[in-house]
């Protein structure tokens, strides 16, 4: 069935590409004037679209998007002067693909495993080229520290991911210390059984650079 | 406080005794098309509703007679007459409209 029209809601209705025009008459139970509140006009529209969209038009035509459903009416004594509340529910409907329920995606918002290692150190020696560090379990890392244990370095050093991503590189973070010593960079990433694979850009490096991952 | 005019509600609109013009620009989220449909144009003037008469506004004014409050998305399904099934997200916009009450004395005759 088409879907239903401006006009078939409103009768009279009319549309440019800039306004919609909706006659006062098309508006159920208003009694046009030549400025009716906001409240008036709003309300009108309400109660035009309660009659057309009906939860039965839909029922019949799945192509029908709205369905405006009345609520029992409440009355608010504790207001001063008292009210009576009138409810309409307008749904508005779009199709949808409701993923399918897999034993795996149940409990997916659970937060992962994470552990904090107290410390997790990997040593290497410098001048590497692809050298794996394989990071076991789940780890959350809030610092990555360097700390050159013997010899010097001057050149700088790249930690990336097996799809070649740069997972760090003390080129774009620099200063990175040459001599025996230390650095400590700020660096919040996770990891989960992954491995990083650690290159030095020189081959002038000498000595051993020890990689603690911290929590 | 002066009750809400409707081109508070829809920046630019007008009226006369006859007609309420509506702009399109003042209809969020909608693409306006020389032909939009129908329910485009409805979903957008619920949409405006929903930004416009908030629980806050009517905290503030009590002269507000309406309220629209948004509710959870919703799953649902349908099937056809022959058994296909079809998904849908829907969306509920509760509407309140205060209407002035003026309680009637109760008459035993009336019982």
């Given at each position: 069935m088409p879907e239903p029209t401006l006009g078939s809601v409103f009768p009279g209705a009319t549309q440019t590409v800039t306004a919609v025009t909706i006659p006062k008459t098309a508006l159920p139970t208003l009694t046009a004037r030549s400025a009716n509140s906001g409240d008036q006009i709003a309300a009108g529209l309400l109660l035009a679209l309660l009659r057309f969209y009906t939860p039965l038009r839909r029922v019949a035509d799945s192509e029908v998007s709205l369905v405006v459903q009345e609520l029992v009416p409440v009355l608010?004594?504790?207001?001063?002067p008292p009210q009576l509340v009138e409810a309409l529910t307008v749904l508005l409907f779009r199709p949808t693909t409701i993923p399918e329920l897999t034993a795996d995606s149940v409990g997916a918002n659970a937060a992962p495993p994470t552990t904090t290692p107290p410390l997790l150190e990997v040593e290497v020696g410098a001048s590497v080229s692809g050298q794996e560090i394989v990071l076991a379990g789940s780890f959350a890392f809030t610092r990555l520290r360097f700390t050159v244990l013997e010899g010097f370095l001057y050149g700088y050093l790249g930690l990336f991911e097996s799809s070649g991503a740069t997972a760090f590189d003390t080129n774009q973070h620099p200063p990175f210390l040459a001599e025996t010593g230390e650095t400590v960079i700020v660096w919040s990433r996770s990891y989960s059984n992954t491995s990083l694979f650690l290159t030095t850009y020189s081959a002038n490096e000498q000595g051993r650079i020890k990689i603690s991952f911290e929590g | 406080m002066a009750e809400i005019t409707l081109a508070e509600i829809f920046p630019g609109a007008s009226q006369d005794s006859t007609m309420v013009m509506i702009p399109k620009s003042a209809l969020p989220s909608l693409t306006a098309l020389a032909e939009n449909r129908g329910e485009q144009l409805l979903a957008a003037i619920v949409l405006r509703a929903a930004a416009i008469f908030t629980v806050a506004a009517r905290d503030a004014d009590a002269t507000r007679s309406i309220v629209v409050e948004r509710g959870s998305t919703r799953i649902d399904r349908t099937f056809d007459s022959v058994g296909v099934e079809t998904q849908w997200k829907s969306d509920p916009f509760e509407f309140q409209l205060f209407v002035p009450y003026t309680p009637e004395p109760i008459n035993a005759d009336n019982y």
């Open positions: 608010d004594t504790f207001t001063t | -």
